[in-house]
Nanobody, 128 residues
């Protein structure tokens, strides 16, 4: 059974940093596409950052140069380091995974239906 468990959300002020973690069980993270989505209220979930099995990372334009996705294969964990946060980054953040990597190189255009597995989400709030 595949499980994704996020942690690391919280409240910070503008310019602050947070590091999200996604502990994965049931499969090896290097065998699938992994990524992070975020969702504000009833809006659609939007892709933020992805990493494909070979290790290449991709970012949405809105977070490029501020966020960094990484993997720890020994811990089977995916991270999202978020720097220089601003109020527009406030959202529920979800860890995501899929066996098919079609479209995962463009996280800003990746649809939620391309995701096979979701975590429960972790809230990030950035105040001005």
């Amino acid at each position: 059974q595949v499980q994704l468990v996020e942690s690391g959300g919280g409240s910070v002020q503008t310019g602050g940093s947070l590091r999200l973690s996604c502990v994965v069980s049931g499969y090896t993270i290097t065998s699938m596409c992994m990524g992070w989505f975020r969702q504000v209220s009833e809006k659609e979930r939007e892709g933020v950052a992805t990493v494909v099995p070979g290790g290449t990372a991709f970012y949405a334009v809105s977070v490029k140069d501020r966020f960094r996705i990484s993997r720890n294969t020994a811990e089977n964990t995916v991270f999202l380091q978020m720097n220089n946060l601003n109020p527009e980054d406030t959202a529920m953040y979800y860890c995501a995974a899929a066996e098919s990597c079609l479209g995962w190189h463009l996280p800003g255009q990746l649809l939620a239906r391309a995701v096979a597995y979701w975590g429960q989400g972790t809230q990030v709030t950035v105040s001005s």
